[in-house]
Structure formats: C-alpha cells, structure tokens
C-alpha cells in the first residue's frame, strides 16, 4: 500500500530521519532534497517530487544549477519551494568560492572549473569574470567585472590591470560565459584574449588562461596550446 505522506513510512525509511539516526552519507540524493523542500505536492510525497526535480535536471549538478524561470516550470514548486533551492545553490556557490579565496593553489583550469561551471553555466547573457592570483598562485578574488557580449572594448585591459594593481596581483585567470552552449572559442574570443594577454604583460601581470564556461562544459585555452 502506497502512502502519500512520509510519516507513514517506517522511521527507517525517512530521509530526515534516516540522516539524524545513521548520517547524511545513508541518504539518497532524492532524501536530502526532499528534507530541503519537507513537503511534496497533492498525491506525490517530498521525495517522488525530489526524484521528478533530479530527472527533469539530470542530476544534483542540473538542479543546483537551475535557474528561477526554470524552477517556475515545475508543477508543484512554489515561491516557498523555489527560494529554498535557490537559497541552497547561492550557499554552494559561496562555499566554493569561499574555498577558493586564499586556500587554493591554482595549478590548472580543473582547480577552478568546479567553481565557474556553476556560478556561470546556465546565466542567460554572457558575463566576463577575472580570477585575480597572487606570485604564489593563489586566488586572490574572483569578480565579474563585465556583462554584455564579449567583444574587443578598450575598457577590458584598463579595468582588468587597475583592479589587478588594487589587488596587488600577479597572474589572471579570464572566464566567460556561452549561453549558447558552444564551448569552442569564436574569432573574436581569440582576438580579444590575445589583446588582454598582450596588455596584461606590458605591466608584468602574467596570463594564466582563459575558460570559456557553457552548460555543456568548457574550453580551457592553456590545455589545448592557444595561450602563448
């Protein structure tokens, strides 16, 4: 017999109580979201909804990166609902970033592609962030400085090297967005990385690289040899 309600469950088979008796570890990822949200909608508990959120975002990643409008699509998500998940994907970002920030010696795009993928996979316009490190490779602060498209704006180096300069930096990771989905790099991508690598260098700040992030992946342009 099916039970709408999770109190109707044996305690051994409640998400809430499953993680205080034995721990998070003995949760399913469908039982934690489900603890998030603590209520399910008409006919479906938390958790048959938790499992109709994982599927529908293909996994934890999808949902975390989920945005407003998307979760407005979802039969049964409230205001309520939507701002507990949103609430939960914003902490994620800043623990990342948090872990990041002085802690992190960055050796290569994989130390900080966790971190960019969610905070800019699915934004739907496209934002230029700059990760600013200091001689020993350390993240100094990561900063979205420009929101638009991308293109070839006299402004970028100027405030790219000022903030570098107030920040007392070293090295500069550049990052930007494709909403497209298109991870490969356009002409004017490389064009404009080219430009800010070469100004960046006049002042004897060092490129690191630049990533392009898209909901698909991303284009790192160290690993594949455009980063001279």
Sequence with gaps: MSHDSIKDWPR????????????????????????LLRTGTPGND??????????????????????????KTIK????????????????????????????????????VAEYLSLSMANLKEEVFK????????????????????VNQSVAYPREIIKR??????????FAHNHPSGES????????????LADACRTVDLTPLDHIIITPNGHFSFKENNMFE
């Design 130 to 149: 700059v990760i600013y490190l200091n001689n020993a490779n350390m993240i100094l602060s990561a900063e979205i400085l420009f929101k638009g498209t």
């Design 46 to 71: 938390a958790v048959s909804l938790s499992r109709h959120l994982l599927n529908h975002f293909n996994g934890l990643r999808g949902l975390l990166q989920a945005t407003k409008k998307d979760l």
């Design 76 to 111: 049964g998500l409230g205001p309520a609902k939507i701002a507990q998940l949103l609430a939960v994907t914003e902490l994620v970002k800043r623990q990342l970033k948090e872990k990041l920030i002085n802690r992190v010696k960055v050796h290569g795009p994989e130390d």
């Design 184 to 195: 490969n790099p356009s002409k004017q991508d490389i064009a404009l990385t080219r430009k």
């Design 12 to 35: 051994s088979e409640r998400p809430r109580e499953l993680l205080l008796d034995k721990g998070p570890d003995y949760v399913s990822d469908a039982g934690l979201v489900a603890i």
């Design 164 to 173: 570098a300069f107030e920040l007392n930096a070293s090295g500069i990771i």
